[in-house]
């Protein structure tokens, strides 16, 4: 036991002057001790293992829009480390240690669920972030969605990066220098919604096209702030100031609406829409439910800007913020406790009915 103790001590003095005396090498050029990255890599793959959800947690991961959706966010946010299929990791990220695997070989030994908690949680001393928000789990899915695809040897094209002729501010055409607001619609947003706010149909991403000024900034403020939780859209708006909020605003409510009349309408219950029309406009006072079109519309005389029109949004997005309202998940701007004070009384198939109902109608702002 004297012998134990004393090699005790000794251990100890020895990591305090390794510690305190910076006898250990942190440098990025200089590799771990022999054994210790095989230490690491098994206790980083045994806790994925351990932590993972079950496959019953797993969603539906084939849409194409869901994929899309994960494709677009990778390529503003993970693609500088990982690379996208087909090309070259950035020679920065090839210098850090570990470096981070390519895409391709990233996904190779992981099933969809250990993908999922390695977004959403990280990976410490990797350089690997957790997910910027914790309280949502649909979005982390999407990027899933497309790294399952990736797997998969699945090839999808390549997000939108040029905005169309025209679309400048001020009446600039497209052969003159992109206004500031438009370069930021095209670094933060072309990908994932769109050269005109459309987002190409995808029916789990808003369509801008309808939007206020005032709703559309108010949102992009309280995503910056982690008021509203979305990991992908705190992505896009942490590094925006407020002069860049009101000017993005503003340029996607001004832009043009070539597109407007287009709407994915998606297979819709007229039962369910039939129930969506009498809750929207009536509500109903027995079960304690207002009435939607006072804020939302449809109507004929323009209703407050700091409320998102609803109509044309598809049903799968205006159910998933339904879903997000009623878990306590949404939010975030000084009219969500409107929403918090309408939504409890509402059941699940309500809120089917809500969102097949407004999907049913054509766009309008």
């Known amino acids: 036991m004297k012998a134990t103790l004393v090699w005790a001590i000794l251990a100890a003095i020895g990591a305090v002057l390794v510690v305190g005396l910076g006898l250990y090498n942190v440098s990025a050029r200089q590799g771990h001790l022999p054994g210790v990255s095989w230490v690491l890599h098994t206790a980083y793959k045994n806790a994925v293992w351990l932590r993972a959800p079950s496959e019953e947690e797993v969603p539906d991961l084939t849409p194409p829009s869901l994929v899309d959706l994960g494709q677009g966010h990778y390529e503003n946010a993970c693609a500088f480390c990982h690379a996208m299929p087909g090309q070259s990791r950035a020679e920065t990220a090839l210098s850090m240690l570990p470096a981070p695997p390519h895409i391709t070989e990233a996904v190779a030994d992981w099933e969809p669920r250990h993908m999922f908690w390695i977004v959403k949680n990280g990976v ?15 979005d982390v899915w999407a990027v899933v969605a497309f790294l399952t695809a990736v797997k998969r040897g699945e090839r999808h094209g390549e997000a939108q990066t040029e905005l169309p002729a025209g679309g400048d501010l001020a009446g600039e055409t497209g052969s003159l220098p992109l206004a500031p607001a438009a370069a930021v619609y095209r670094d933060q947003c072309l990908s994932c919604h769109g050269r005109d706010g459309f987002a190409g149909g995808n029916v789990f991403i808003p369509r801008l096209d309808t939007l206020p000024a005032a709703y559309v900034a108010a949102s992009l403020q309280a995503y910056r702030s982690g008021a509203r939780q979305s990991g992908i859209m705190q992505q896009a708006a942490s590094q925006l100031s407020d002069p860049q909020i009101a000017a993005l605003a503003a340029y996607i409510a001004n832009q043009s609406r070539d597109r407007l009349a287009e709407h994915e309408v998606g297979n819709l219950d007229p039962e369910l829409v039939s129930r ?32 998102p029109p609803l109509a044309g949004q598809s049903e799968v997005f205006l159910r998933d913020q339904l879903m997000l309202w009623k878990s306590g998940r949404r939010g975030g701007t000084d009219r969500a406790l409107m929403m918090h004070e309408a939504i409890p009384d509402l059941t699940k198939a309500d809120m089917l009915a809500l969102a097949q109902y407004y999907a049913s109608l054509p766009p309008s702002r």
């Open 124 to 138: 410490k001393m990797s350089g690997m972030p957790a997910w910027p928000s914790q309280r949502r789990d649909d």
């Open 276 to 307: 969506g029309d009498v809750l929207a406009h009536g509500g109903d006072e027995k079960a304690n439910i207002p009435s939607c079109v006072s804020c939302h519309g449809p109507a004929s005389s323009p209703r407050s800007d700091h409320f």
